[in-house]
C-alpha cells in the first residue's frame, strides 16, 4: 500500500484532484485500560507517515522520562497529550488525531477506557462511523470490553471492528484469536451491529495494522488501515428521512429570508414538500441558498440556507422536515441518559435539554431504570451518580419535534445543562414513543427481530431502548 | 443485513460529501451557533492562512448577509510588515468591521521579544493584550483558528471551549460535545473560545485555500529573502529592530513560512514552493511539523498547556 504518494509521481492536478476529493471517516478505539489504544493510534500515525521529525525527537525525550516500554519509543506518547496524563501513565480524555491516505481522512476518537470517563466514551462514540473495540490477546473479553462493546451499540455505532491486539505475545495463536472472536459473538450477537470485523494484530510492532502481519498465514483478511478506508461511510445518515433544525434566519434585507442549518439526514431539492415542527405547517422549498449558489439538491451534512415558498413563521429551534416523514411533537420523552455530572440527579430536578437547536426547560420526573453498563440489565434507581446510564423521563415545558435515537442520531441525541453551574450534565438518547400505537416509523430490521421474538430480540429491546 | 431499504433513498456515489465538503459545512454550523446563542462575539484574526480560512468560512456562512460581528487582531507591533499590509487591504476591500488592539502599556514599558525574550514578549504583547481587548470590548465569544493537529495539548481542546472571566482554561471543566449539539451556556463574566476549523489539518486548509482561491499573505510562498540563522532557526530581517550580531550578515535564501507569528519568533523554511499546489506537495514530503517553526512552543516541557491555562488562545 502506498501513502502518500509525491504529487510529482502523476502530476499535481491529478494529485489535488485526489486530495480534495476524498472522503472521511470517523472512528473511536475503545479497550481496557492497557489494551494498546494509544499505541495503536500512534501506530496509525506513525506507520502512515503523519509523524513528523521534530515530534520523533521530542517522543524520543519523553520516551526516556515517562515511557513504559524501556528504551524503545513508546507511540502512545504521540497520543497522551496532557501533562497530567503522562504522569499518571493513563489516557484521561477524548483526544481527537487525524491522519489520511489516499483514499481517506480519518478523525479517530481517542477515548478512555476507565469507568469514570463514560461520558467521554460516549462523546466520542456519538459522532463515529465506526468503533475498533480493542482487546488483549491474553487478557481475553474483559468486563471493560463488554461495556465499550455495549456503549458502543447503544450509541448508535453499526460497524464494529474488533482489534485482538498483542498477538505476538500469544504466538499469534489462530486457536486462542478464533476463541476470542467466538466470545465477542456470543456477547455482541444482541447489540444489533451491521457488521463486527475481527482483525488479529499487534500495534506495538506494526503487524497488520497498516501492513499486513507475517506471522499470522493462516489470516486471510486485510489490516486494520485497509478495513478502514474500505467501511461504507454514513449510509444510514444518508436513508434516513430529510431534516434540518432551524439555527439562524438569515435576513439581510426584505427581499431575502432563509433558515440556516446543517442538514442531519436526508436529500432536499427545490419543490419538496415540508413540515416546519413543532408548529406542523406546511410549505414547499423554493431555493436552496449557498455562498457558492443555488444548489439543485442538498444531502446529509451539508450546511444550506433554505428559503421557503410560503412566509411561515419559523425560527431558530424550528425543524424543517420532509413532508413524507414528519417528526414526533411532545412535551414528554423517555430517554436513556449518561449522567455526566459529578452532582446526583434526583427525580424532581429541573435542567436545560439542548435538543437540535431549540433549549427548553426539563424536569425529571421520574428515574426509570438504571442500566447495568456491563449486561445491559435494568435495575431500580432512586438517584444517578456521574456515569450512571439510566432511563428517565423529562417533562419539556413546551413541545419539541424529536426522533427516536435508534432512527436517527443526531435528531434523536440530546445534552442536558445544569442551570446552575452552566455544565453538561448528561447526554440524552431519545426513546421511542412507548405510548404510541403505531410501530410503523420503526425500521425495518428492527421490526423484523421483535415480530421474530424469543431471547434475542428481548435482549434487543432492552438494549436498544426500544 | 438490510442493505434493501437503504437503496431507495441512498445517495449515490457521486452525491457523497468530500472531507473538505463535510469539514466546511461543520464549521459553517459552529459560527451560526455561535451567532445564535451569544450576545457580542467577535473573530480573533491573526492575518495567517487559518485565519484566512476562518474569514472565507464565516462569509460563507452569513451569506448573503454582512458578517455579523467584527474582526480583531491583536498586534504585537512585531508583526511582518507584509502582514500588516495584507490586514489592512482585506478589511478594505471586504468592508470588515476590523478592531485592531495593543497592550499600550507593554508597549510604553518598551516589552518586545528580542529585549524581554519570547516568553514574556509573548504573555504580555499577545495573552495579556487579548486579554485586554476582550474586556474591553466585553466580547463573550471569541473565533480563533487553532486546530487540534497543531499541538498534543490541542487535540483535546473542546471547540467550544469555556473560560473564566480571568479568562483562564481548565483541562478538567471541559464539557462533552456529542454529535452536533454544543453547550454555549455560560456563567456572568465567563466567555467562549470557539475554535471552528478544530478539526482541520495543515493539509486541509491548504487543499481548501487551494480549492476556494482564499487570498493569503505573500510570505508563505517562496522567494529569496534576507534571513539570518539564530538557533536554527531561519529569522527574517523584517526591519531594523533585529539587531544582527558581531559579523552576522544576512543571506539571501529563497525562503517561505508554513505559519506567521512575529517575525523574531517565526522561523522560515527554506523552499522552493512558489505556487500552492507546490506548497501542498512539500507539507505532504515534509518532515517537520508546522509548529516547529514556533519558537514559543519550545519554552519548556507542556508550554503551551501552561499558556493556554493562562490564557494564551
Known amino acids: 500500500m502506498t501513502i502518500h504518494q509525491t504529487p510529482q509521481s502523476f502530476g499535481y492536478d491529478a494529485f489535488l484532484t485526489a486530495h480534495q476529493n476524498k472522503e472521511v471517516l470517523r472512528f473511536i478505539t475503545c479497550g481496557s485500560v492497557d489494551d494498546g489504544k494509544s499505541t495503536l493510534i500512534g501506530r496509525l500515525l506513525h506507520d502512515t507517515k503523519q509523524i ?7 517522543l524520543q525525550r519523553d520516551s526516556r522520562k515517562h515511557g513504559t516500554q524501556g528504551a524503545e519509543i513508546d507511540l502512545a506518547l504521540l497520543v497522551d497529550g496532557l501533562q497530567a496524563e503522562r504522569e499518571q501513565g493513563i ?64 450509541l448508535g455505532i453499526k460497524r464494529v471492528a474488533l482489534a485482538v491486539n498483542k498477538m505476538d505475545l500469544v504466538g499469534w495463536s489462530e486457536s486462542r484469536f478464533e476463541e476470542l472472536v467466538a466470545a465477542f459473538d456470543a456477547y455482541a450477537g444482541p447489540l444489533g451491529f451491521t457488521e463486527v470485523r475481527a482483525i488479529p494484530l499487534s500495534a506495538k510492532n506494526g503487524d497488520n495494522v497498516v501492513l499486513p502481519a507475517a506471522g499470522a498465514p493462516w489470516y486471510k483478511g486485510t489490516p486494520l488501515l485497509q478495513y478502514l478506508e474500505e467501511v461504507p461511510v454514513r449510509v444510514e445518515e444518508q436513508a434516513a428521512p430529510f431534516r434540518l433544525a432551524v439555527q439562524w434566519v438569515n435576513r439581510p434585507n426584505s427581499e431575502f429570508r432563509g433558515f440556516a442549518g446543517l442538514i442531519a439526514s436526508g436529500r432536499v431539492a427545490p419543490g419538496d414538500a415540508v413540515i416546519v415542527e413543532p408548529s406542523g405547517r406546511t410549505s414547499t422549498v423554493a431555493r436552496i441558498y449557498t455562498a457558492d449558489g443555488d444548489l439543485p439538491h442538498a444531502v446529509e451534512g451539508q450546511s444550506v440556507t433554505l428559503v421557503l415558498a410560503d412566509e411561515i413563521d419559523a425560527s431558530r429551534g424550528s425543524v424543517i422536515v420532509t413532508a413524507d416523514a414528519p417528526m414526533r411533537v411532545t412535551d414528554s420523552i423517555d430517554a436513556r441518559l449518561f449522567w455526566a455530572a459529578e452532582s446526583e440527579l434526583l427525580p424532581g430536578a429541573t435542567l436545560l435539554a439542548k435538543i437540535g437547536t431549540v433549549t427548553v426547560n426539563a424536569v425529571v420526573t421520574t428515574i426509570r431504570t438504571r442500566i447495568d453498563p456491563e449486561t445491559g440489565k435494568p435495575e431500580p434507581a432512586a438517584r444517578l451518580v456521574a456515569n450512571d446510564i439510566a432511563d428517565v423521563t423529562l417533562s419539556l415545558d413546551r413541545a419539541v419535534a424529536v426522533d427516536a435515537y435508534t432512527a436517527n442520531r443526531d435528531t434523536g441525541g440530546f445534552i442536558l445543562i445544569d442551570r446552575e453551574s452552566t455544565d453538561t450534565a448528561a447526554l440524552g438518547l431519545i426513546q421511542a414513543d412507548a405510548s404510541a400505537t403505531s410501530l410503523k416509523d420503526e425500521p425495518e430490521e428492527v421490526r423484523a427481530k421483535r415480530s421474530g421474538g424469543g431471547f434475542l430480540s428481548r435482549l434487543r429491546w432492552v438494549f436498544g431502548g426500544i | 443485513m438490510s442493505a434493501a431499504p437503504l437503496t431507495t433513498h441512498a445517495a449515490s456515489r457521486s452525491e457523497r460529501l468530500t472531507h473538505l ?72 476591500d471586504l468592508g470588515l468591521d476590523l478592531i485592531v488592539h495593543t497592550n499600550q502599556e507593554g508597549l510604553a514599558r518598551g516589552v518586545g521579544p528580542i529585549t524581554h525574550g519570547s516568553e514574556v514578549h509573548t504573555d504580555v504583547m499577545k495573552t495579556q493584550g487579548l486579554r485586554q481587548a476582550l474586556d474591553k470590548h466585553k466580547f463573550d465569544a471569541a473565533f480563533g483558528g487553532a486546530r487540534r493537529d497543531e499541538e498534543a495539548s490541542r487535540a483535546k481542546e473542546r471547540i467550544f471551549s469555556l473560560r473564566t472571566a480571568q479568562h483562564r482554561w481548565d483541562p478538567k471543566r471541559q464539557r462533552a460535545e456529542p454529535w452536533h449539539v454544543y453547550n454555549l451556556r455560560k456563567k456572568r463574566g465567563e466567555s467562549l473560545r470557539v475554535f471552528p476549523i478544530s478539526n482541520w489539518t495543515e493539509l486541509d486548509v491548504w487543499l481548501y485555500i487551494e480549492q476556494e482561491n482564499i487570498p493569503i499573505v505573500p510570505l508563505y510562498f517562496a522567494k529569496p529573502r534576507p534571513v539570518v540563522e539564530r538557533e536554527g532557526q531561519l529569522i527574517l530581517v523584517d526591519d531594523e529592530r533585529l539587531p544582527l550580531e558581531p559579523g552576522e550578515t544576512p543571506k539571501e535564501i529563497s525562503v517561505r513560512f508554513r505559519t506567521l507569528g512575529d517575525y523574531p519568533l517565526t522561523g522560515a523554511v527554506e523552499s522552493g514552493a512558489a505556487t500552492l499546489p507546490e506548497i501542498i506537495g512539500e507539507t505532504l514530503a515534509t518532515r517537520t511539523s508546522e509548529r516547529q517553526g514556533r519558537v514559543i512552543d519550545k519554552d519548556g516541557a507542556g508550554a503551551m498547556e501552561r499558556k493556554k491555562q493562562e490564557g494564551y488562545f
Do not use: C
Open chain 2, 21 to 92: 465538503q463535510r469539514l466546511e459545512a461543520e464549521s459553517i454550523h459552529i459560527m451560526r451557533e455561535t451567532v445564535a446563542e451569544t450576545e457580542n462575539p467577535v473573530m480573533l484574526y491573526s492575518i495567517g492562512k487559518d485565519s484566512s480560512v476562518l474569514l472565507h468560512l464565516a462569509l460563507k456562512a452569513f451569506a448573503p448577509g454582512r458578517l455579523p460581528f467584527p474582526l480583531m487582531h491583536i498586534d504585537t507591533t512585531w508583526k511582518f510588515k507584509e502582514m500588516i499590509a495584507f490586514r489592512d487591504q482585506r478589511a478594505k
Open chain 1, 91 to 154: 489516557t484521561i480524555d477524548v483526544a481527537y488525531r487525524f491522519f489520511s491516505t489516499e483514499k481517506r481522512s480519518f478523525i479517530v476518537a481517542d477515548t478512555p477506557g476507565h469507568e469514570q470517563y463514560t461520558r467521554n466514551m460516549a462523546t466520542g462514540a456519538s459522532t463515529a462511523d465506526v468503533a475498533v473495540i480493542l482487546v488483549d490477546a491474553r487478557q481475553g473479553l474483559t468486563r471493560q470490553t463488554r461495556r465499550h462493546a455495549l456503549l458502543v451499540s447503544l
Open chain 1, 52 to 58: 513528523f521529525d521534530d515530534q520523533v525527537t521530542a
